[in-house]
T-cell receptor
Framework: GQNIDQPTEMTATEGAIVQINCTYQTSGFNGLFWYQQHAGEAPTFLSYNVLDGLEEKGRFSSFLSRSKGYSYLLLKELQMKDSASYLCAGMDSNYQLIWGAGTKLIIKP | IAGITQAPTSQILAAGRRMTLRCTQDMRHNAMYWYRQDLGLGLRLIHYSNTAGTTGKGEVPDGYSVSRANTDDFPLTLASAVPSQTSVYFC?????????????FGEGSRLTVL
């Protein structure tokens, strides 16, 4: 079956670094997405990885290991506005997205 | 402003009533999707449409129907609402089914069935 696993909740301190892990199992693989979702709002796109390695975009970076079925999202210099849920989604061979339940990130001052 | 518009934003509905959630996009995207989001669960695909005139069933289609008469509109209908359909519904789109690009979301419709 298809499955995406990520931690339910994480807590970090303002100014610090946090890594949110995601493991995936999909029927075929066409890439791994990360979305950010603030409470009561729609998800917004953060990153897409299809090749192994690290993609950096400002304070956010995303890593993929296809052989391990593993990805992580790295957030640096955390700000209070980064408090949100982070959704991991794998794209299967039919180009459908399989979503994890999301990781709620709580930032403390 | 280009994007996806959903209506209504929020609705309380009596069980057994019929309800249509509207979704319109002005990006000329071919592929459109309806998801529901429930606490503790990932986004679950209800129905999708790869292009105007075609629709398909997702993971949780029972109790829902869709139509795609044109490129812009993709309404979701609950023929006879039940309390288990209480959820937040998101419409989404991307340029084409086989594209690995960004999926754009509407602001969501919060539906409560009593």
């Amino acid at each position: 079956g298809q499955n995406i696993d990520q931690p339910t909740e994480m807590t970090a301190t303002e100014g610090a670094i946090v890594q949110i892990n995601c493991t995936y199992q999909t029927s075929g693989f066409n890439g791994l997405f990360w979305y950010q979702q603030h409470a009561g709002e729609a998800p917004t796109f953060l990153s897409y990885n299809v090749l192994d390695g690290l993609e950096e975009k400002g304070r956010f970076s995303s890593f993929l290991s296809r052989s391990k079925g593993y990805s992580y999202l790295l957030l640096k210099e955390l700000q209070m506005k980064d408090s949100a849920s982070y959704l991991c989604a794998g794209m299967d061979s039919n180009y459908q997205l399989i979503w994890g339940a999301g990781t709620k990130l709580i930032i403390k001052p | 402003i280009a994007g996806i518009t959903q209506a209504p934003t929020s609705q309380i509905l009596a069980a057994g009533r019929r309800m249509t959630l509207r979704c319109t996009q002005d990006m000329r995207h071919n592929a459109m999707y309806w998801y529901r989001q429930d606490l503790g669960l990932g986004l679950r695909l209800i129905h999708y449409s790869n292009t105007a005139g075609t629709t398909g069933k997702g993971e949780v289609p029972d109790g829902y129907s869709v139509s795609r008469a044109n490129t812009d509109d993709f309404p979701l209908t609950l023929a006879s609402a039940v309390p288990s359909q209480t959820s937040v519904y998101f419409c989404a789109s991307r340029r084409d089914r086989g594209e690995t690009g960004e999926l754009f979301f509407g602001e969501g419709s919060r539906l409560t069935v009593l």
